[in-house]
């Protein structure tokens, strides 16, 4: 009788070894309810280290496995810096409780990050709706204008390493738009595919080359692509930048082959200059330069300003925008807002044809002769836009223009107006 029971309490302790085993070994196992680890895991919530169910709370009586109790404990870990003496005593004691589970976690983790693609993807979707958007000038240089029309467009960024010194650049781009008579755009394209390579030549030289876009001064005015320049540029230097390329333009502009340079400098902690080349080797319509100016006046007020001159056309026509600016969205601040107002000139064969600005004054817009508004009449006004985060990603944009005029003739043009919603993911 004896042997039999102490066979059997010897059989019971071994097999609760093997059960304390187990649940040690198997991080799916549930930890119990009110496990101390589950008020632990409450303080460290509420002294803000880690999250709670969504309300900031752990609740003893709603069970989680050791492994996504680990999960959180890594999570402390991680900001453990940030805390108190106590609480700190506190993530190491679960630290402890769960040193199993965590090293696991950080070898399965190890492994994610070295097999996982190198791709980054990320995007943005804009609706709009525009007013006066067919909006043209009739071959007797009088405005028309249409109802208003809705727009719509979406961008898929692709971010890729190729290796430590190689990185690559893709975007897709779907839209729909018809404004000002710009009807001709395409539906969907790839804008941008371009390779950068830092330092290739050993002299502090970054190479891109490609389909890639490409900004010329503080407005953006002149050109601000999106994308679909194809060719090749450099880039260096840490206080005077200065990018300097070979590309077709053809594929957003009137310009076709060119090479140009572009250079920023700040002159002080308020101040940013910058200066510009463009010359266009093939039918020599573009032989462009210009200087742009960025001037923080205070915390709140900031001055933009740039002067562009072809002097490839007759009377050497010029660009000028001056813009100020108070404040600014930013898409990661919830409430944060901007507004600008600012007055630009298009002298007749200044232009381009691509602009990143708000005001759309493209050459798709034609004459009735065939001929291009900003070629043979140029456009002149003042415009103002008010911008606000509605949450984080989101943000709305409100765009007025008026007193536009053709600088030759001094036609007066319609009021234009423009509302748009941006999200970004």
């Given at each position: 009788?004896?042997?039999?029971?102490?066979?059997?309490?010897?059989?019971?302790?071994?097999?609760?070894?093997?059960?304390?085993?187990?649940?040690?070994?198997?991080?799916?196992?549930d930890?119990?309810?009110?496990?101390?680890?589950?008020?632990?895991?409450?303080?460290?919530?509420?002294?803000?280290?880690?999250?709670?169910?969504?309300?900031?709370?752990?609740r003893g009586?709603?069970?989680?496995?050791?492994?996504?109790?680990?999960?959180?404990?890594?999570?402390?870990?991680?900001?453990?810096?940030?805390?108190?003496?106590?609480?700190?005593?506190?993530?190491?004691?679960?630290?402890?409780?769960?040193?199993?589970?965590?090293?696991?976690?950080?070898?399965?983790?190890?492994?994610?990050?070295?097999?996982?693609?190198?791709?980054k993807?990320?995007?943005?979707?804009?609706?709009?709706?525009?007013?006066?958007?067919?909006?043209?000038?009739?071959?007797?240089?009088?405005?028309?204008?249409?109802?208003?029309?809705?727009?719509?467009?979406?961008?898929?960024?692709?971010?890729?390493?190729?290796?430590?010194n190689?990185?690559?650049?893709?975007r897709?781009?779907?839209?729909?738009?018809?404004?000002?008579g710009?009807?001709?755009?395409?539906?969907?394209?790839?804008?941008?595919?371009?390779?950068?390579?830092?330092?290739?030549?050993?002299?502090?030289?970054?190479?891109?080359?490609?389909?890639?876009?490409?900004?010329?001064?503080?407005?953006?005015?002149?050109?601000?692509?999106?994308?679909?320049?194809?060719?090749?540029?450099?880039s260096?230097?840490?206080?005077?930048?200065?990018?300097?390329?070979?590309?077709?333009?053809?594929?957003?502009?009137?310009?076709?082959?060119?090479?140009f340079?572009?250079?920023?400098?700040?002159?002080s902690?308020?101040?940013?200059?910058?200066?510009?080349?463009?010359?266009?080797?093939?039918?020599?319509?573009?032989?462009?330069?210009?200087?742009?100016?960025?001037?923080?006046?205070?915390?709140?007020?900031?001055?933009?300003?740039?002067?562009?001159?072809?002097?490839?056309?007759?009377?050497?026509?010029?660009?000028?925008?001056?813009?100020l600016?108070y404040?600014?969205?930013?898409?990661?601040?919830?409430?944060?807002?901007?507004?600008?107002?600012?007055?630009?000139?298009?002298?007749?064969?200044?232009?381009?044809?691509?602009t990143?600005?708000?005001?759309?004054?493209?050459?798709?817009?034609?004459?009735?002769?065939?001929?291009?508004?900003?070629?043979?009449?140029?456009?002149?006004?003042?415009?103002?836009?008010y911008s606000?985060?509605l949450?984080?990603?989101?943000?709305?944009?409100?765009?007025?223009?008026?007193?536009?005029?053709?600088?030759?003739?001094?036609?007066?043009?319609?009021?234009?107006?423009?509302?748009?919603?941006?999200?970004?993911?």
């Open positions: 009788m004896k042997k039999t029971f102490v066979v059997t309490l010897a059989a019971l302790f071994v097999l609760s070894i093997a059960g304390t085993a187990f649940a040690a070994a198997n991080p799916f196992v930890v119990p309810a009110k496990h101390w680890s589950y008020d632990a895991v409450a303080k460290l919530a509420k002294a803000g280290i880690v999250d709670g169910y969504g309300d900031g709370t752990f009586d709603k069970t989680m496995t050791r492994y996504e109790m680990a999960q959180i404990v890594a999570k402390a870990m991680a900001k453990s810096d940030k805390a108190d003496a106590e609480t700190k005593a506190l993530v190491d004691k679960l630290a402890v409780e769960f040193a199993a589970e965590l090293n696991n976690l950080g070898v399965r983790v190890a492994k994610l990050e070295k097999n996982q693609s190198s791709i993807i990320t995007g943005d979707a804009r609706i709009r709706w525009v007013g006066n958007g067919s909006d043209y000038v009739k071959q007797d240089a009088t405005w028309a204008s249409d109802n208003g029309v809705w727009g719509e467009r979406f961008r898929i960024n692709m971010n890729a390493q190729v290796n430590e190689t990185s690559f650049y893709g897709v781009i779907a839209m729909d738009h018809n404004e000002m710009t009807t001709t755009k395409e539906n969907l394209y790839i804008s941008d595919a371009a390779f950068t390579t830092k330092n290739p030549f050993g002299l502090g030289v970054d190479a891109t080359v490609g389909r890639f876009s490409q900004k010329f001064g503080q407005t953006g005015y002149w050109m601000d692509s999106t994308g679909r320049i194809d060719g090749a540029k450099v260096f230097g840490k206080v005077l930048k200065v990018t300097a390329g070979f590309a077709n333009f053809d594929a957003n502009t009137d310009m076709n082959d060119a090479a340079v572009e250079a920023t400098y700040p002159v902690k308020a101040v940013t200059v910058s200066g510009m080349y463009v010359k266009e080797t093939g039918n020599d319509n573009f032989d462009v330069y210009g200087g742009g100016v960025k001037a923080k006046l205070n915390k709140d007020f900031t001055f933009l300003g740039d002067y562009v001159v072809n002097t490839a056309q007759d009377g050497d026509p010029a660009m000028y925008v001056g813009r600016a404040k600014g969205a930013d898409k990661n601040k919830p409430q944060s807002w901007g507004f600008h107002v600012e007055y630009r000139k298009f002298e007749p064969g200044v232009y381009a044809g691509e990143g600005a708000m005001i759309p004054v493209g050459t798709a817009v034609k004459t009735n002769d065939g001929k291009t508004v900003l070629g043979d009449l140029g456009v002149k006004g003042f415009a103002a836009q606000v985060t949450a984080k990603n989101i943000v709305f944009d409100a765009i007025y223009a008026w007193d536009d005029k053709t600088v030759v003739g001094d036609v007066k043009k319609g009021d234009f107006s423009r509302l748009q919603i941006n999200y970004f993911f």
